[in-house]
T-cell receptor, first 110, second 113 residues
Framework: ELKVEQNPLFLSMQEGKNYTIYCNYSTTSDRLYWYRQDPGKSLESLFVLLSNGAVKQEGRLMASLDTKARLSTLHITAAVHDLSATYFCAVENNNNDMRFGAGTRLTVKP | NAGVTQTPKFQVLKTGQSMTLQCAQDMNHEYMSWYRQDPGMGLRLIHYSVGAGITDQGEVPNGYNVSRSTTEDFPLRLLSAAPSQTSVYFC????????????FGPGTRLTVT
């Protein structure tokens, strides 16, 4: 059964610092997604990673995928307050079945 | 484009009642899905569909039914509501057979007393 683990679950950062969120999954897959959720809101797609070695960047966020290690990372560079949110990774298996991680609640403090 | 719409936004049910959560999308997406989100947990997939007339179970399907008679609509039926079904429900759609980013609706907050 496909299981997805994110860590850390809670992350408090100072503005200007860098940090990485990790997403490990248990079975073979080369389709991984990152989403952002603001409090009380719906989910917004950030990145779609569809092959081993895929790297995508948008502003201060960069996501990568290593399918051999079954690991994706979301790297935050020079954090700003606007990045405060909960970040989810999601992994899809060959049957179009999707599993989400528990989420990382990020707080960026001045 | 309205994107993915869900109704109602809020609902309170008594144990044993049934109801249907509505979901519609106007992007001509083949893939649609229903999730529930509980505090401290990620989203859990209830049911999904890869096209009209095709549905499949996700991680937590018990107590829920779905049908997909059109590309646009994917209603979720609670057969006999239980307090354990208190949650926020999200509907989503995606362009591919799932292998694309999904667009999420605004959510329905359901309370079962």
């Amino acid at each position: 059964e496909l299981k997805v683990e994110q860590n850390p679950l809670f992350l408090s950062m100072q503005e200007g610092k860098n940090y990485t969120i990790y997403c490990n999954y248990s079975t073979t897959s080369d389709r991984l997604y990152w989403y952002r959720q603001d409090p009380g809101k719906s989910l917004e797609s950030l990145f779609v990673l569809l092959s081993n070695g895929a790297v995508k960047q948008e502003g201060r966020l960069m996501a990568s995928l290593d399918t051999k290690a079954r690991l994706s990372t979301l790297h935050i560079t020079a954090a700003v307050h606007d990045l405060s949110a909960t970040y989810f990774c999601a992994v899809e298996n060959n049957n179009n079945d999707m599993r989400f991680g528990a989420g990382t609640r990020l707080t960026v403090k001045p | 484009n309205a994107g993915v719409t869900q109704t109602p936004k809020f609902q309170v049910l008594k144990t044993g009642q049934s109801m249907t959560l509505q979901c519609a999308q106007d992007m001509n997406h083949e893939y649609m899905s229903w999730y529930r989100q509980d505090p401290g947990m990620g989203l859990r997939l209830i049911h999904y569909s890869v096209g009209a007339g095709i549905t499949d179970q996700g991680e937590v399907p018990n107590g829920y039914n779905v049908s997909r008679s059109t590309t646009e609509d994917f209603p979720l039926r609670l057969l006999s509501a239980a307090p354990s079904q208190t949650s926020v429900y999200f509907c989503a759609s995606g362009a591919g057979g799932g292998a694309y980013e999904q667009y999420f609706g605004p959510g329905t907050r359901l309370t079962v007393t």
